[in-house]
C-alpha cells in the first residue's frame, strides 16, 4: 500500500525509526530549537530521566540508544501537550515517541506487572481488566431500553454503536452505557453494536509501545466490522474515536465516523425539548487530551451541558488546549504503582484539586477513564461531599428524566 | 476388604503441620464409615515428641531412620509404598503441603495404584470409595470412584477443621525402624529462613485486608491482631497504602498485587471494581463494612453490616478462645 | 544446559465454565485453553537459567487448542525450539500422557537433557502429578514446588529451593539429569511483545511428533462434575458483634480455615 497522507499527520503507521527522515513529520524533529516548551509542559517531564527536549537531543547525536534503554517513556501519558505547545510542530505523541516505546518496551528488562498484565489482559480477552469477553454486553441486558446485538440480530443498522471496555465492564461506565442508550432511543436512532464481538480498538496499548498487540486488535475489530451493515460508527470512548480516525484507516477504516459526544451534539436541537429538568448545580468540564487537544472536540461538549435548563458552567484554570491529563493515557491507566513509587503526583487528583478549587458540584467528563479516575480523587482526596463526577450523558438524561 | 485408612503425616522441621489434624478428622470419620482403624504413618527421625496429639487416630506407625530425617520426597515415598505392599491399607490420605507434595504421586506411581488430586471429601458408596475433588481451581467439583486397594488420596488444605483431628493424647505407637531406604540422588542442604524483606501476600492462604473504613493508623492493630491468630497477613486498599499506613508491597487490586488467599477478609473496604479485580479468585470472601449498599457485598460470600471496630476484636478474640495455642505456627 | 519444558494447555476460568450434558465433562463450546499457569514459570525459570548458563530450551507440549499460540509466544521469549505431541486426549490419565510424554522425548530427539521442568501442578490435575511420575518413570532425580533453580558453573552443583510453611525455604543439591515441578520462576513470567510473537509465527515452526498410546494405563472415571453453586450476594450475617463473631467463627471452622 502506498504511503497515505493522511488529513492529520498519522502517527508512527509508515514511519519507522530508520526512515524517520524520510517523512515530513520526521525531518521536522531536526528543526527542534531545544527550546525545552515540551519538557516543561510534560505533565511527568520532571520526573524522566530524557524528557523530550533530550531525547531529541541525543536522537540528533546519535545517542538514541540509552533512551531506548532507560525506562523514562514509560512516564509518557500520551497527553499531547508537548505536541500542542512546539514552536515548531514536530509531532511528539503522534510520531515519535510511539516509535521510541515501541524500542523501549522491547529492551525493557521488566514491564511493569500492572501494565503487562492489562497488555496480555487485552490480547487474550479484548478488554484491560481480564474480564470475560463473553460477558462484554452483560449490561444490555440490565439496560431499560432494549439493545441490540448484532451478532444476535444482523439486520442492517442506521448507527454501529462501539461501545468499548469501560464503558461495557467499569460499574460507572456501565452508567454511561445505559443514559447513552436511553438518548439514543429518545432521539429515535436506529442502532445496534457488536456485543461479546467487540474488542478494544486498542489505541492506548499503541501508546504505550505495543502497536503489534494494536494491529492484531485493528485486524480483528476490521474483520468484525465488515461482516455487518451499518451506515456509521458512533463511539462512546475518545481513545476508540482516535484509533478510528487514524490508525485505522490503514486497515482500510472509511466509515462514517463520530464520538457520542459530538454526535448528541449534532442532535441538539431535537435534544433540547426533551431536556425539561432544571439542574440547579455548577459543572466544570474536564477536556479530555485524546478529545480535546488531539481532535479538537472543545465546544461539543460544553454546548451540550450549557443546554441543560438551569445549569452553570465554570472553567478551570487548565481548560480547552491547556488542559490537565487525567494520567490514563498512553498506559498511565496501567503504571499507577509504577508512577507511585517514582514519587510522582497522581494526575487525576491534580486535576480534581483544580476542578474543586472552581468551586462546581459536578465534573464532568466524556472519556470513559475518567469517571472511575476522578471519582476515585474525589473520594481519596476527602471532597466526596463537595464534588460529584458525572458523565455527560448521565447529566443529559437527568434533565430529560426531570430528576434533578 | 477391610484394610486400614492411613494419614502421612506432614512434618515440617519435626513439627506436624495442620494439615495433618485435618487428614486425621477425614480419616476418622472415613474409618467409622468403613468400620475400619485409622493409622497415621509418621516418618522421620526422633519423633517422639509429636505423637502426643495424635490421639484421635487408633494407631501412630512410628518409622523412624535418620535417612528419614530430611523431607526427600522419593525416600519416604519409597518406604510408605514399601509398607504398603506388606499391610495393605485400603486408603492412604496424604495432605497436599508442600512438604508432602510429590509424595501421593510418587506412592502411587510405585505401586501402580490410583491416585486422587486433591480431595475435599471421601466416603464408602456402594462398596466403593468415592472422592469429592476440585477441578479447575475450585469452579467445578467432580466426584470419582476407586475400587482398587489401596488408592491414593491427595487432600487439599483446611478439608476438616484441624480442632476435630487433635487430641491432647498419643494413641498406640508401633516403632518400625526396619526400612529400605533408597538411596538418592537429591540432598537437603540447608534450612533458609524467612528473608527480612516484606512477605509475599499473593502467597499468604489468609489476608486481612483493610479500606479507608479503617480510619486511623492505630485502628491497623487491630486487624493485625485478626490476620495473626488467623496465621495470616494484612493487606489494603490503594487509599491504605497511599497514606503510608502499610508499604506498596501489600497493596490488592488493579495496580497492586492479584491474590487468591483461601480467606479475604475484607474490612472498611467498599469494593470498588480496581480493588476487587485483586481479590475476587479468594476462597472465601467475608466483608464487614457500615454501608449495607457497598459493592463488596456483591462479591463477598458472608457479610456483616457493622463498624469493623466492633466486629474485629470480638472475632479475634472468638477465633482465640476455640483454637488451641501455639498450633497455627506452621498452618 | 539443556532443558526440555513440558507445557500444557488448561482451561482458561476467566470464561465461565460449563458442564457438559452428560454431567462429567466441560461443555467445549466456548471453552478456550490457555498455559497452565505453572508452566508458564517453569518457562521462564528456563529462560534465566539458559540466559546465564547458555543451552537449549525446548518446549514439548500436548497438542490442544491454542497451542500453537502459546508454544509460538515461548519461542519468542527465548525458547530454541517447540514439539507438540500430537492426538492426546485429555481424558486420558495423567500416567496415559507421561507414558506419551517419555516416547515423545526419544522421538523428537529431545534427550539426552539436563533438566526437565515443568508446572507443580496444572488446574486439571485429577488423578496425578506429571513432575513426579515422570521423573520416577525416567529415573531421573526429582523435586516439586521449586521456586528457584541455582547450577553453579565452576563445581557442577545443582541446588534447588522449595517454600515450606511460614515462608521457610529447603534448598536441596540434586544431581542431574532431573525433573523439576516449578511452583513459581524466581521472577515473574516476562512480556513478550506481540510483534515478537507474530515475527516468531513467520520465520520458526512448531515440530510434532506421534506415538502411540501406552496400553493398561487405567485413568480415574469421573462420575459426575458440577460447579458449586454461585452467589450472587453476599449472606449477611445479623447480631450483636459477639454473636456475629461466633456465627462466622462457624463459617471458618466449616471451611477448615480454624
Ligand atoms: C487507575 C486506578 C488504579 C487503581 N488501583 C487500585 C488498586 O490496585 N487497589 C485498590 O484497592 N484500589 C485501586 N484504585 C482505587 C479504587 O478506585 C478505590 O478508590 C479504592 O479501592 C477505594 O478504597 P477503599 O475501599 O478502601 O475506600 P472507600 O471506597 O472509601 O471505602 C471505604 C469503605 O469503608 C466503609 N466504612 C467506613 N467506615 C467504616 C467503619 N467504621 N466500619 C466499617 N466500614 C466502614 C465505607 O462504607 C466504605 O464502603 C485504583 C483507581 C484507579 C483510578
Ligand atoms: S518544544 Fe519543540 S522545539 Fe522546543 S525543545 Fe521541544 S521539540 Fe524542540
Ligand atoms: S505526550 Fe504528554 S506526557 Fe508524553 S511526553 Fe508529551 S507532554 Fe509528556
Redesign the pocket.
Known sequence: MATVASPHPPGAFEITLENLFSFPQGRRVLTCLQCGT?TA?????VG?QY??RRIIGMLRTGQLEKVLTSDS?L?????????AKCPRGIE??TVL?PLLKEQMLLSLPEVPSELQRALENMLRYGNPMGESPRKRAAWAKTSSIPIRILPEDPRTTDVLWFVECYTSYHPRGQDTARATAKIFQALGIDFAILGNEEKCAGECVRLSGEPGLHNTLMEYNMQVFRKYKFNSIVTSCPHAYDAFRYSYRTAGFDYELRLATTFLAQHLEALRPMLRGKAGYTVTYHDS?CMGRHNGFYEEPRTLLQAIPGIKLVEMTHNRVNTI?CGGG?GGMWLDTYYKAKGYERLSERRVKEAVATGADVLAVACPYEISRFEDAVKVLGYDKRMIVRDITELLVESMEGEI | MSGNIWVVAALCRGRLLDATYEAVALGRELAENLGTKLEVLLLGHELKDVLGTLGIADAVLCVEHAALADPVPEVHAHVVARLAGTRHPQAILVPQTNVTWELGSLVAGELGVPYVNSCTELRMVEQTLEAHTVLYGGKVEAIVRTKHAPSIFGLVSGVRAVEKGYADHAPATERITEVDVQPTSVQLRRYLEPEAGDIDISKEEVLVGVGRGIETRDNLEVSKELADVLGGAICGSRPVIDQGWLPLSRQVGKSGATVKPKLYIAAGISGAPEHVEGMKGSGLIIAINSDPQAPIFQVAHYGIVAKLLDVLPALTEAIRSRSRRGMKQYA | MKIVVLLKMVPDVVEELEIAPDGKSLDTTYLRMILNDSDNHALEEALLLKERHGGKVCLLAPDAPEVDDALFAALAKGADRAVKIAGIDAAEGTRAVVARIVQALSTADLLPADLILTGAQAIDDLDGLVAPLLAQTLRWSHLSVVNQVRFDASTGVTTVTKEFPGGLRAEFEIKLPAVLGIQSAEKPPRYVPVAKVRAAMKSLQIDSTTVPIAAGMPALEIQSMAKPSAAGHAEMLEGLPEAVAGKLCDVLAAHGLL
Open positions: 515540551c509542559t510534560c505533565p511527568y517531564g524522566m524528557p523530550p517513556l512516564s509518557c501519558v500520551a497527553c499531547y501537550a508537548c505536541t511528539l505523541t515517541l487530551c491529563c498512553g
